[in-house]
């Protein structure tokens, strides 16, 4: 089972570049997230996703685009990346429980992309 | 809105001490509850959960954390330190009022003395 997938691990970016980080879940999660962290910042959320179709923005979506055009797959892209955008992101998602189940949605998470914008 | 607060980005003890992490949440209704572990260069792995089932929840590598609405917390411990349980930790919390997205706190780096 592979759960939340992300590709690629690292990446090295120039200034103005653009490029696409890759999530992929096979647990058929109706939720995915994107969020990044800096050192002592904790996670921030930049976009998210509540099915196919449906995404919204989260505390810091400035410079980031998302799209969800399947349940399995989300993801982010960078355009015109700047030094600011040099952060650590993880993709992650998780289930909404229905009325009654037990399960309390928590997140999965991917093992991180580190970017870096030079 | 929900939020989270993690007091003290830094925790240090000794190894075999008492570990106390601490979670304060904001949230109209009874949120979903979890705390995270993240071991460095690896991404974040599920502790344990409040499941409202009981206010002690237990979760993995002996720790535990006790929801406790009155006080809007849920302290994460442990009774003795490992070496091995150095790592950052987050707090976080989801549910109705948050449209179900996973909020978290900052995160406490606890570092273990020998």
């Known amino acids: 089972n592979a759960g939340v997938t992300q590709t690629p691990k690292f990446r090295i970016l120039k200034i103005g570049q653009s490029m696409t980080l890759q999530c992929a879940q096979d647990?058929?999660?109706?939720?995915m997230y994107w969020y990044r962290q800096d050192p002592g910042m904790g996670l921030k959320l930049i976009y998210y996703?509540?099915?196919?179709?449906?995404?919204d923005k989260g505390e810091v979506p400035n410079g980031y685009n998302v799209s969800r055009s399947t349940t399995e797959d989300f993801p982010l892209r960078l355009e015109l990346a700047a030094p600011s955008q040099t952060s650590v992101y993880f993709c992650?998602?998780?289930?909404?429980?229905?009325?009654?189940?037990?399960?309390?949605?928590?997140?999965?998470f991917g093992q991180g992309t580190r970017l870096t914008v030079v | 809105a929900q939020s989270v607060t993690q007091l003290g980005s830094h925790v240090s003890v000794s190894e075999g001490a008492l570990v106390l992490l601490r979670c304060n949440y904001s949230?109209?209704?009874?949120?979903?509850l979890f705390w995270y572990v993240q071991y460095p260069n690896q991404g974040l792995q599920l502790l344990l959960k409040?499941?409202?089932?009981?206010?002690l929840v237990k979760g993995i590598n002996g720790f535990e954390a006790e929801f406790k609405k009155s006080e809007t917390s849920f302290h994460l411990t442990k009774p003795s330190a490992h070496m091995s349980d150095a790592a950052e930790y987050f707090c976080?919390?989801?549910?109705?009022?948050?449209?179900?997205?996973?909020?978290f706190g900052a995160g406490t780096r606890l570092f273990v003395k020998a």
């Open positions: 992650a998602s998780s289930l909404r429980p229905a009325p009654g189940q037990t399960s309390r949605g928590e997140a999965f």
């Open positions: 647990m058929n999660h109706n939720y």
């Open positions: 996703s509540v099915g196919a179709g449906i995404t």
């Open positions: 949230s109209s209704v009874p949120p979903y």
């Open positions: 409040y499941t409202s089932a009981a206010t």
């Open positions: 976080a919390v989801s549910g109705n009022t948050g449209g179900f997205k996973t909020i």
